[in-house]
């Protein structure tokens, strides 16, 4: 950390569903001195706040914008189908795509997954917000399909969620602005990536401790008797050693 970065704050952005507490642990036992706040965002408005500086990193949901963004895929989600407890999907261990051709099925304005064409049938509405497609799911007025932690996130009792195995899947991605990739930026993206607290891409290594075999072999060889050998290039002819 160099001095300019004392005394910041390293803000990461997430969209729903997401959870960075793992990472932002990892932060906090490295960097005590850079003290992170987590910034949550909606999904739509992410790209946004990135390119405006509101963040310095940002959880993605991909597809997105990649103009002025460096962007790395992290993981896949499974997509799930959001149910009443009582609907005969709750039956089974998993459904396909096809099996919901007669369901109504939603599709909200902050949908994050990219569908070629949508399954079931149109909805009589066009929620605003995953939220509120849940609440019209509980009310029994359709289906919804989302990442599986948006699932999770959005649980009730009374209503469960099942796999989709051939549903088009939502990927998180880390992106942050390309033209503010600082070495802030950097420790954060080493952390995403798993990398050891002595392995940080753009920082100068410190250099490894000897080992003491090489300590040892850096040693001038003795002889018996305990004093130095002489070099050979020393010795003179009736040279005896006392």
């Known amino acids: 950390m160099t001095d300019g970065e004392t005394g910041r704050v390293f803000r990461v952005a997430y969209v729903p569903g997401v959870t960075p507490a793992k990472w932002v642990n990892i932060w906090t036992e ?15 408005e992410v790209v946004g706040l ?5 963040a310095d990193a940002g959880f993605v949901r991909l597809p997105v914008d990649r103009d002025g963004l460096s962007v790395i895929p992290l993981y896949v989600e499974t997509t799930v189908v959001v149910v009443p407890k009582d609907h005969a999907v ?3 261990d998993e ?11 939603f599709h909200p304005l902050d949908d994050t997954i990219e569908w070629t064409a949508r399954p079931g049938q149109p909805a009589f509405t066009r929620p605003a917000t995953t939220a509120d497609a849940v609440q019209l799911v509980a009310s029994g007025a ?44 950097e420790d954060f993206i080493g952390i995403v990536r798993g990398r050891t607290v ?17 300590r040892q072999a850096r040693k001038p060889a003795q002889n018996g008797s ?5 070099p050979a290039s020393r010795r003179r002819k009736g040279y005896r050693p006392r």
């Open 30 to 44: 490295r960097m005590p001195g850079v003290p992170v706040t987590l910034v949550a965002v909606p999904a739509a």
């Open 50 to 54: 990135l390119r405006d500086g509101g």
């Open 90 to 92: 709750a039956a089974v």
């Open 95 to 105: 459904v396909v795509i096809a099996d919901l051709a007669d369901d109504e099925v």
């Open 142 to 185: 359709g289906l919804l399909l989302v990442p599986q932690s948006l699932a999770r996130l959005h649980h009730r009792r009374d209503l469960t969620y099942r796999p989709v195995p051939d549903a088009p899947q939502s990927q998180v991605a880390l992106a942050w602005p390309t033209d503010a990739t600082t070495d802030l930026v």
């Open 198 to 214: 002595n392995s940080s891409r753009g920082r100068t290594p410190a250099a490894p401790a000897e080992k003491p075999a090489q």
């Open 226 to 230: 305990g004093r130095r050998a002489v």
